[in-house]
C-alpha cells in the first residue's frame, strides 16, 4: 500500500429528518388529531484510531464525505430512522486540523480511541407536538436542523519508541531489516527509502519499535529533499540512534553536526530526547573499525559504537541497549543513551 502521511478531506454530519405533519385519518374517528412523528437524528463523523490502518492513502484519493441524514416521520407519531454515523478511521499518531484555521481537534496516539468531530442535525418536530385545547389541528412541523460541515487536514506521525537518523543510504534500512521484520528495501545507491519503515524488535523480553527515517540532508529544516515531510515523524519518538557512515562524502563527525543542527532547526526538544551514536559499516573498515570509532568518539566527546549488519558485529550491544532503554526501571539503562545536544 503507497504510504500518504498528510490529506485534506470535506466532511459533513448528517442532517435531521423533517418531522410530520399528519391527521389521524381513521374509520368512524371524522375528526382525529395530529398524529405526525419526529424525524431522525443525522448521522455524526466520528473519527477512531484504527490499528489496521497504516496510510492515509484513502484520503488523499477521495476528499468528500458524509454521514447519512435522517428519515422524515410519519403517521401514528412514528419517529424517522437515525441517520447512520460516518466513522473515519485512521492510523494512531494521526493529528486532526481545522483546515482553515489551522487548530488542532485532535490527537489520536492511543488504538481504538474515538472522538466525535461533527454532531449530526437533531429530528425536527412532528405536528403532534403542537396541539393544545385551544390549536387541536396544527399544521406546523419543523424541518430538521442541518449536520455540520468542515474543511479537515489530517497529519501522521508515526508513533515508535526509537527513530534511526541518518544520511541517504547511511544504513538504517539495512539495519532495521536485520533486527526487525521490516522488509524495508535496501540498495547502494542514496534516497532507497522514500517512506519511513516501522519495525518491531524484541529482545530481552522486551518490545519496541523503531522507525527508518528516510535520509536527512542539509538544508531539511528548511524543505530540503523531503525534510518537513519526514521530520515530522521523528517528534513522537522517544529516542534517537544517529547512523554514521564512514564512506559517505560528508565525514561522520560533520554529519553527526549537520542532523543536530536540522532537528534542532525543526524542533529544538529534539535535541534532548536520548540518543546513541553509532558508526555503520564496520565490515568494509575492516580492523581499523574499532579505532576509527574510538577516533570518532574523541573527535565528538561521545561513545560511538561501530556496527555492521553485514557480519553481525556491534548488533548485540546495540540491541541491549536499546532493550535497556525500554526496561520498566531504569536501572540497566545503557550510559551510551544521553541526551544529543550534550
Not at 405533519?21 to 412523528?37: A, L, N, S, T, Y
Not at 424541518?143 to 543510504?169: C, H, I, M, W
Amino acid at each position: 500500500m503507497q504510504f500518504i502521511d498528510h490529506a485534506e478531506i470535506v466532511a459533513k454530519s448528517g442532517d435531521g429528518g423533517r418531522g410530520s405533519r399528519h391527521f389521524r385519518r381513521e374509520k368512524h374517528v371524522p375528526m382525529g388529531g395530529p398524529d405526525g412523528g419526529d424525524g431522525g437524528r443525522g448521522g455524526d463523523v466520528i473519527l477512531v484510531a484504527d490499528n489496521r490502518s497504516r496510510s492515509l492513502l484513502d484520503y488523499h484519493l477521495n476528499r468528500l464525505y458524509a454521514a447519512q441524514d435522517g428519515v422524515a416521520g410519519s403517521g401514528q407519531r412514528k419517529t424517522g430512522r437515525d441517520g447512520a454515523d460516518l466513522i473515519l478511521p485512521v492510523p494512531p499518531g494521526t493529528q486532526v486540523f481545522d483546515a482553515e484555521s489551522g487548530v488542532l481537534l485532535a490527537d489520536m496516539t492511543t488504538p481504538d480511541q474515538r472522538l466525535i468531530l461533527l454532531n449530526g442535525g437533531n429530528g425536527g418536530w412532528g405536528n403532534v407536538h403542537f396541539a393544545s385545547a385551544t390549536h387541536r389541528a396544527p399544521e406546523r412541523a419543523n424541518p430538521g436542523l442541518p449536520g455540520q460541515t468542515r474543511s479537515l487536514r489530517f497529519e501522521l506521525k508515526l508513533l515508535a519508541d526509537v527513530a534511526l537518523v541518518g544520511y541517504p543510504n547511511a544504513g538504517k534500512s539495512s539495519l532495521i531489516r536485520q533486527i526487525s521484520a521490516s522488509r524495508a528495501e535496501v540498495a547502494d545507491y542514496p534516497f532507497t527509502t522514500l517512506v519511513p519503515n516501522l519495525g518491531v524488535v524484541r529482545h530481552q523480553g522486551r518490545v519496541f519499535t523503531v522507525a527508518d527515517i528516510p535520509g536527512l540532508i542539509e538544508g531539511a529544516a528548511d524543505g530540503a529533499g523531503l525534510g518537513l515531510q519526514f521530520l515530522r515523524h521523528i517528534e513522537r519518538c522517544s529516542a534517537l540512534v544517529f547512523l554514521l557512515s564512514p564512506l559517505d562524502e560528508v565525514p561522520p563527525a560533520q554529519a553527526l553536526s549537520i542532523l543536530r543542527r536540522e532537528l534542532s532547526h525543526f524542533n529544538s526538544d529534539l535535541l534532548s530526547r536520548p540518543a546513541l551514536i553509532v558508526l555503520t559499516k564496520a565490515d568494509v573498515l575492516g580492523p581499523t573499525a574499532q579505532s576509527q570509532a574510538d577516533a570518532l568518539s574523541q573527535e565528538i566527546g561521545r561513545p560511538v559504537l561501530a556496527i555492521s549488519t553485514l557480519t553481525g558485529l556491534g548488533l548485540p550491544r546495540l540491541l541491549h541497549a536499546l532493550a535497556a532503554r525500554f526496561a520498566p526501571t531504569t536501572a540497566d539503562s545503557p550510559q551510551d543513551f544521553d541526551p544529543v545536544g550534550s
